[in-house]
């Protein structure tokens, strides 16, 4: 299964979606864009501005793009877990109502893109006497760079290509609105334009700093945990319980949003506000998801590889992600009284906004998960090793992992998932400076013609 796949995906490589909801967003986005595209091209001059339209149809498209391997690495989680196993992930999936009459839910996805591609050991193969020993015969887990490689992304596929005439489309379809604007309006097209640059700006950094995270995960060898050494590693391996334990994460202080078996994690609490404003034929409501409240923490736990165990303290990384998120809980309501009147005061004061909803989301890491890190290994201290009854005879035993401090040239992070899952959606370097880099030169044309 994932040997006979070419993790290397090549100069160009055309990918299509797996899932029928992916399909759906796919051929509407398709739909839209071809219509923005048709209406701009033969409406004449007045039908110009349609083809943002299509720029946004294109967009829609780029996004429902799987990453590179992402469609063929979900044939093979399909294929290599256990049936029952996914029976039982998805029967604890999925939207719950909690509160009919308080309109109230619960959902878990159905898809986690960030869970285990290939069979990982489950916790009855767990060791507590030997949290830093190897499991059986001593050899890595299956999903191991050792053992299935580092997938590298396409150089160019399909979300580059409808990226890339979004971008074309979107300076098109502007400058078509801009090159008509005359006397006063003239001031509110260079605006628009001045806008363009500056979200190509952004987006620019936003693609460097993301591209140059996924080629340090690309150039950074694997170490086994079992010949780990002091300074910079990169380590891949399952995520199982310290002798400080785990958490039970009681979000938002409610005990009926509560996560258990949990090693780090991140809550944020988010109030749907809408608020009436002016415009020039009358008003309109205007609505947005505002964060109001958060928290993140974590304690320390064991990265085992199959070769061995080592501690890791996530609280001292600085860059985490947590991929998707374990949970959400929303209502209509808050979950108390109190909260809502409190919740509705405080929004109305401040910014007179109506609260219409709320939402708590949970990221984080759990127990079993897949985890994927660079950090600094550093020797244990001899009071804590004393402590757990450390002989030292395992080298991986006296020594930790911490994230605080980069390193030049290497950044330290700490991400759920493995290399192979996070590396199979990912794109490559040049797709994401390319599409800001069209706005930024398409923008400065326009500025340099209006």
Request: proline share 5%; with cysteine; aromatic share 8%.
């Amino acid at each position: 299964m994932i040997n006979e796949l070419n993790l290397h995906g090549g100069s160009f490589k055309a990918v299509l979606p797996y899932t029928f909801w992916g399909w759906f967003a796919w051929v509407i986005s398709a739909l839209i864009a071809i219509a923005g595209l048709f209406l701009g091209i033969t409406g004449g001059e007045e039908n110009r501005p349609a083809i943002l339209m299509g720029a946004i149809g294109f967009m829609c498209l780029a996004l429902c793009t799987p990453g590179s391997h992402e469609g063929d690495l979900h044939k093979v989680r399909m294929q290599a877990i256990d049936p029952a196993e996914l029976e039982a992930k998805a029967k604890a999936s999925g939207l719950s109502i909690d509160n009919w009459w308080l309109q109230q839910s619960t959902y878990v996805p159905t898809n986690d893109p960030n869970d285990w591609i290939l069979p990982a050991p489950g916790p009855a193969s767990w060791s507590e006497q030997d949290r830093y020993g190897p499991d059986g015969d001593g050899s890595a887990i299956a999903e191991h760079p050792s053992k299935v490689g580092t997938p590298i992304p396409a150089s160019f596929s399909l979300f580059g290509l409808f990226g890339a005439i979004s971008a074309i489309l979107t300076i098109v379809g502007l400058w078509s609105i801009v090159s008509g604007l005359e006397g006063e309006n003239e001031n509110v097209g260079l605006y628009v334009i001045i806008g363009v640059i500056v979200i190509g700006l952004i987006l620019l950094l936003v693609g460097f700093f993301r591209s140059k995270m996924i080629n340090q995960m690309i150039d950074t060898p694997t170490s086994l945990i079992r010949s780990a050494s002091v300074g910079v590693n990169e380590l891949v391996g399952q995520v199982r319980p310290s002798p400080e334990g785990v958490l039970t994460v009681v979000v938002d202080g409610n005990t009926n949003m509560v996560m258990t078996n949990m090693t780090a994690f991140r809550w944020t609490y988010e109030q749907y506000q809408c608020r009436t404003v002016k415009t020039k034929e009358g008003t309109r409501e205007e609505c947005n998801w505002v964060t109001v409240r958060s928290d993140s923490g974590g304690c320390p736990f064991i990265l085992h590889d199959g070769t061995g165990g080592i501690k890791v303290h996530p609280n001292s990384f600085k860059r985490n992600e947590w991929g998707q998120y374990l949970k959400r809980w929303d209502g209509a309501f808050a979950q108390t009284f109190g909260k809502q009147l409190m919740s509705q005061a405080v929004a109305g004061l401040l910014g007179g906004a109506r609260v219409k909803k709320h939402r708590w989301t949970l990221y984080g890491l759990k127990l079993g998960n897949p985890a994927y890190l660079i950090g600094n290994v550093k020797p244990r201290d001899r009071a804590d090793l004393a402590k757990e009854g450390i002989d030292g005879t395992l080298q991986n035993s006296i020594i930790e992992v911490f994230g605080a401090e980069d390193q030049p040239g290497t950044k330290m992070t700490i991400q759920r998932g493995s290399e192979l899952s996070n590396l199979g959606r990912s794109r490559s370097g040049l797709e994401l400076v390319m599409l800001p880099m069209i706005l930024i030169i398409g923008g400065i044309s326009m500025l340099g013609l209006a």
